[in-house]
């Protein structure tokens, strides 16, 4: 559930709360015990009723589904399996290629060859799969907003 979702679903249980009327507190005669004069004037006390609360849902369920779909997987092999042809040069930070390296290492301890390319373009083709299904709720959306606010 989105953030905008879950902002709309508050402010209606909210809007609901607000609509419901509280009945007000009914009032039962009481008789009290019979006084030096003659009259009995009946005395009213009021009942307090207790407010029922429903219980709000959790915001994170026991069961979490993954952020891509099955499908995005095999794109995304299809694409890296791809001969890339056009030559590109991208700059990196020291920590980021510390990062390629350390996964391209962890890789390499489980008998699997890659390099800072195909992780590299692995990445892009995550980020372009997400923007064309998600468009304005897409992480690469949401990135470059906050880096340009």
């Known amino acids: 559930m989105s953030n905008k979702q879950i902002s709309v679903y508050v402010e209606a249980k909210k ?16 008789e009290r ?14 009942v307090i009723q207790e407010t029922v609360h429903t219980p709000m849902l959790p ?9 891509y779909r099955d499908t995005t997987v095999a794109l995304i092999c299809k694409g890296v399996k791809k001969f890339g ?12 290629k510390r990062a390629i390296r350390d ?3 962890a890789f390499e301890d489980r008998d699997i060859r890659t390099g800072e390319t195909e992780i590299t373009r692995i990445g892009i083709h995550f980020l372009i799969d997400d923007y064309e299904h998600n ?5 690469l959306v949401k990135i470059l907003k906050a880096l340009h606010e």
Not at 15 to 30: A, I
Not at 33 to 46: G, H, M, V, Y
Not at 135 to 139: F, G, M, N, V
């Open 85 to 96: 042809k056009e030559p590109a040069t991208h700059r990196f930070t020291l920590e980021e």
């Open 15 to 30: 809007r609901e709360q607000e609509e419901q009327v509280v009945p007000s507190p009914r009032s039962v005669p009481v």
């Open 103 to 105: 996964i391209i290492r």
């Open 135 to 139: 468009r304005e709720d897409s992480l």
């Open 33 to 46: 015990p019979a006084q030096k004069s003659a009259e009995r004037i009946p005395q009213t006390t009021p």
């Open 59 to 67: 915001s994170h369920h026991d069961t979490v589904l993954p952020h």
